[in-house]
């Protein structure tokens, strides 16, 4: 089995100890070779490496690679998730996130080009997975340089991104957008992280993933100790949020991204929108039921917070029921923050000294005076952010109505 391993010294080595020295690091995956050049986010067990491919096939044509996003003088960027010893959440949550990047087919939602897990010599798992660079930055590297310009985005250019988001948002939110899965001929949207008696990840087609990269598809290789099998074969072990009480138990199911922010989108190389960052993305449609999951989902909530945050996860008890307008409510919160430079709820902390919780549970924010933007694009805005998600439109109505502003 081809594993992942890195070639020279790890990332964690420090030069003059103020700043990672990544010359000479190498990492494989899936035989493919990529040299480490720079550290671009650390999120805690997260990281975001900027590499370049030295030695390995090229990728197929028609992977995320393409459409325009071809890999600039062989740059991608690598995302490295540890997973500590014992830790079967980590693990099956990191399997799953792998799954997301490769569900959705859409030019709006990103998708890896590869991927693979391994154990390390302690114990511990490493996820890797590659994406392809996007040399644009955000939506928040954009909005951060406008504000240190003191440029504002035009209105024209607001609905353009907006109306990018709103299309990936519709391809999680609408069921038939999601791929079928080659093998079966079944949607693959119910995935489950299975062991088979040998320790191995068994795919959702059934396939057991030893390593070798399948012609269509990202390759993840991983093998659990007996013990880890047993875990996360143990039905009361929750090994993921969309797996509370959904309120569809059938296909098709819908997904939301419940983690929208402007840090999250991302753009191709031809000025796309593109939503990433999917280790959030659950199925929409749940329904708390026991005290268990009511846990389960505020401490998800507690490691997750942003303001961004829809506030039905604010106040959340047995028998809250959570869908896919938490989506809404942050896309409203982004065309906020997209034509004032700063998020509604931000701005009520910094102006009136607001708790910021406080604010969004009930809706609290105020528009700047402006003459800038129009109010029919304002009114978008407030349609998302209504309290009770039932009052929120649905995202395609917001694509209609942002389309409608184009014309």
């Known amino acids: 089995m081809q594993v992942v391993q890195w070639l020279s010294k790890p990332l964690s080595i420090l030069c003059c100890g103020l700043c990672p020295d990544y010359s000479d690091t190498y990492v494989l995956v899936n035989a493919r070779k990529y040299a480490v050049i720079r ?13 370049r491919m030295e030695d390995g096939a090229p990728f197929r044509a028609g992977s995320a690679v393409g459409s325009g996003d071809e890999a600039c003088d062989g740059l991608y960027t690598l995302k490295q998730i540890r997973c500590p010893i014992g830790n079967i ?30 154990q390390e010599l302690d114990g511990s798992k490493t996820v890797y997975v590659v994406f392809p660079y996007y040399p644009l930055g955000s939506l928040q590297d954009s909005i951060d ?25 519709l391809c999680l939110h609408d069921s038939s957008s999601v791929r079928r899965n080659k093998n079966t001929g079944d949607n693959d949207i119910d995935s489950e992280v299975n062991i088979n008696s040998s320790g191995n990840y068994r795919d959702s087609g059934n396939s057991i993933v030893i390593g070798d990269s399948f012609t269509d598809r990202d390759t993840n290789s991983m093998t ?21 009480s959904s309120n569809i138990s059938v296909s098709p199911v819908s997904y939301s991204h419940r983690n929208l922010t402007p840090s999250n989108i991302i753009f191709s190389a031809n ?5 990433g960052e999917l280790g959030s993305c659950a199925k929409a449609d749940v329904s708390i039921e026991t005290r ?7 401490e998800w909530v507690e490691d997750n917070f942003n303001t961004y945050m829809a506030p039905e996860f604010l106040s959340l008890k047995i028998g809250s029921k959570l869908d896919s307008k ?8 982004i065309c906020y923050t997209l034509l004032f430079s700063i998020n509604p709820f931000d701005r009520e902390e910094q102006l009136y000294g607001a708790s910021i919780r406080y604010a969004i549970s009930t809706g609290k924010y105020t528009l700047p005076e402006q003459s800038r933007y129009s109010q029919n694009l304002i ?3 407030q349609s998302c952010l209504q309290v009770e998600p039932s009052d929120r439109p649905s995202v395609s109505i917001i694509l209609n109505n942002l389309q409608e502003l184009q014309s």
Not at 90 to 110: G, K, L, W
Not at 271 to 275: D, F, S, T
């Open 39 to 51: 550290l671009l986010r650390d999120d805690g067990l997260k990281f975001l490496y900027l590499v």
């Open 145 to 169: 340089d406008r504000l240190l310009d003191g440029t504002y985005v035009s209105e024209s250019e607001c609905v353009r991104i907006m109306c990018g988001i709103a299309r990936g948002l």
């Open 224 to 244: 659990f100790s007996d013990e880890a099998a047993a875990l996360l074969q143990n039905d009361n072990h929750i090994l993921e949020m969309d797996s509370i």
């Open 89 to 118: 959440d980590s693990v099956a949550d990191s399997m799953r996130e792998i799954d997301n990047y490769r569900r959705f087919q859409s030019p709006y939602v990103v998708s890896s080009v590869d991927s693979q897990v391994v």
């Open 292 to 298: 268990k999951h009511l846990n389960q989902y505020k």
């Open 326 to 333: 938490v989506d809404v409510w942050s896309l409203g919160c």
């Open 379 to 381: 009114n978008i805005i």
């Open 271 to 275: 000025g796309l929108p593109i939503i």
